[in-house]
């Protein structure tokens, strides 16, 4: 079973960047799709964004123009690259494969938190 670490997350002010990873522990190159998701409190869990084993992203409506989703099958790493921040952002990140229901057990995440 392939695990999933995420790293990267942290504390930052609005308007800010941050880069999130994600580190699989076997291949994800037969994966077609993977995803960055988060949870924020008292909220389900969301996609954000998705990659395909070719590299065609795609965004949800919320963070369209400033995530940006890259995905190395040779590294089994999974990035996102957040830019513009905002507080609506705060959330703990997770990766796995697109769409639910997810193919690897979920990991820790990493905790955004996006100060006003």
């Known amino acids: 079973q392939v695990q999933l670490v995420e790293s990267g997350g942290g504390l930052v002010q609005a308007g800010g960047s941050l880069r999130l990873s994600c580190a699989a522990s076997?291949?994800?190159?037969?994966?077609?799709?993977m995803g960055w998701y988060r949870q924020a409190p008292g909220k389900e869990r969301e996609l954000v964004a998705l990659?395909?084993?070719?590299?065609?992203?795609t965004y949800a409506n919320s963070v369209k123009g400033r995530f940006t989703i890259s995905r190395d099958n040779a590294k089994n790493t999974l990035d996102l690259q957040m830019n513009s921040l905002k507080p609506e952002d705060t959330a703990v990140y997770y990766c796995n494969t697109a769409p639910e229901p997810a193919v690897f057990s979920w990991g820790q995440g990493t905790q955004v938190t996006v100060s006003s």
């Open positions: 076997g291949s994800i190159f037969s994966i077609n799709v």
């Open positions: 990659i395909t084993r070719g590299g065609t992203p």
